[in-house]
């Protein structure tokens, strides 16, 4: 069974089908989807979605690019997370390349919940837009520096020196459709280097597409795309790579039940 370990099945997007896609994810052999929220209000309606579908598991947490933070908000954060079905705190992290949300409310919103997720003994999904350095150096100031299973930096898309530095603060790192793009070949080097019990595989649906789907929109069912390309990459069997990669994701989200 394969783990889509980022999608976002909650999206106006998947409206109109939303059941039909997760019944093609299940024939595809997706065992798990995690769903992370943006805000607080989705956060309840990621949750609602997890009690819908047996597959599906949730993230809590307020995204760089949504305005307004407010430090009460960590309550209402720490009250979601509470749900049998949440595995994560996320998606946090910064953003500088949209600009929505100024650089010092970012780090505020992401420097709290970092703790938080120490406190509540939870992983982190970390949402990363050319802010490496400042990301990198939050994550190592924070209490989950150096504590087992502390998170991924999910749809990697820096450097080999973040990932590095990501790698020996006990990060995962997650990967997504462009590692099947022509013009990856840096990430596809990358990938290819990661050791294998830190590699997640996620969609980030509706976006980031693989091949040989890029344009449509994304679903869950397309992870098995990354997980080939990643076996090639890596010189190892399809099969190899699935395990792995779902091994991996069960030790990370440990509060993730079942087959997967």
Same mark, same amino acid.
């Given at each position: 069974? #394969?783990?889509?370990?980022?999608? !976002? ?9 939303? /059941?039909? *896609? ?7 052999? =997706? ?5 992370? /929220? ?9 949750? !609602? ?12 947490? *307020? !995204? ?14 720490? &009250? ?6 949440? =595995? ?7 953003? +500088? +390349? ?15 919940? $970092?703790? #938080?997720?120490?406190? #509540? ?10 802010? @490496? ?18 998170? %991924? $930096? !999910? ?8 990932? %590095? ?25 990358? /990938? ?6 830190? %590699?997640?595989?996620?969609? &980030? ?17 397309? *992870? ?6 990643? /076996?090639?990459?890596?010189? %190892? ?8 990669? @779902? ?14």
């Amino acid at each position: 069974m #394969l783990i889509d370990t980022h999608c !976002h099945l909650d999206f106006e997007r998947f409206d109109d089908d939303r /059941a039909a *896609v997760a019944a093609r994810a299940q024939t595809a052999g =997706v065992g798990r989807i995690i769903v992370p /929220a943006l805000d607080l209000g989705n956060g309840r309606a990621v949750l !609602h979605l997890s009690e819908q579908f047996d597959a599906v598991y949730a993230a809590v947490g *307020v !995204h760089p690019n949504s305005p307004g933070w407010q430090d009460n908000w960590i309550g209402a954060v720490r &009250d979601l997370a509470q749900h049998a079905k949440v =595995v994560a705190i996320g998606e946090i992290g910064l953003d +500088y +390349y949209w600009d929505k949300v100024p650089k010092p409310a970012q780090q505020r919103a992401f420097g709290l919940q $970092l703790q #938080l997720a120490a406190e #509540l003994g939870l992983p982190v999904i970390v949402h990363n837009r050319e802010a @490496s350095d400042d990301v990198i150096a939050m994550l190592a100031e924070s209490p989950l520096n150096g504590r087992p299973q502390p998170g %991924v $930096l !999910h749809s990697f898309s820096a450097d080999w020196q973040t990932a %590095v530095a990501a790698l020996d603060m006990g990060f995962y790192l997650g990967f997504t459709g462009p590692i099947t793009f022509k013009k990856a070949a840096e990430l596809r080097e990358i /990938a290819s280097r990661v050791p294998a019990d830190r %590699v997640l595989v996620e969609t &980030d649906a509706p976006f980031l597409t693989p091949h040989p789907h890029r344009g449509k929109r994304n679903e869950p069912a397309y *992870v098995a795309f990354v997980v080939e390309k990643l /076996a090639e990459v890596r010189g %190892v069997e399809t099969a190899v790579i699935a395990q792995q990669t @779902s091994a991996n994701a069960h030790q990370l989200f440990s509060r993730m039940k079942g087959e997967g």
